[in-house]
């Protein structure tokens, strides 16, 4: 999870690494609420 | 019951043990890495930096080494990587000829996990994807 990024750059060409990063982290961040324990 | 990914990190071998290359991560609720901080600390800067796949990264030395932790390997820092179906029955398949086994909670391991596993990766990775794919 942590080392999605170049993985989404690659699969996105329009996608910038720090937008890329950014949607990772916001990812992580809301998880908790998607995935309700 | 949980499903776990056990990470190992082969650079971190000049440590000696090898419970301490682990790390493992439950996959319900992914963003809280338990074992020692210390080696959460330690792990964190590899899994930005190396997004290949562990089945690549582990000898079958390393296996049988880690066999005796009772710990499971399926997956490594790429987590994320797009697996596709192929992907994740290629993975399967060596996880079955290299023995590979994958803990629940306190209990033993079977090869279900692996699979519960990989299909709970493969879903947060569509997660994700999706974000990017409906972007503004």
Known sequence: MFGATPYLVEAFSDLPEVEAREILRNWMRTFSERHPA | MKTYMTVFIPELNIMKTVSKDIIKIDLDNPFKVSGKKDNYYRVDPYLYSNNGHIIDAISEKQLKNLNTYESAIIANGGYLSD??????????????????????????????????????????????????????
């Open chain 2, 83 to 136: 697996i596709l179906e192929l992907e994740f029955n290629i993975l399967y398949h060596q996880l079955e000829n290299i023995g590979v086994i994958v803990t629940y909670t306190g209990d033993c391991v079977n090869y279900e996990g692996a699979r519960i596993a990989v299909r709970k990766m493969i879903a947060y990775a569509n997660e994700i994807k999706a974000i990017c794919e409906n972007r503004a």
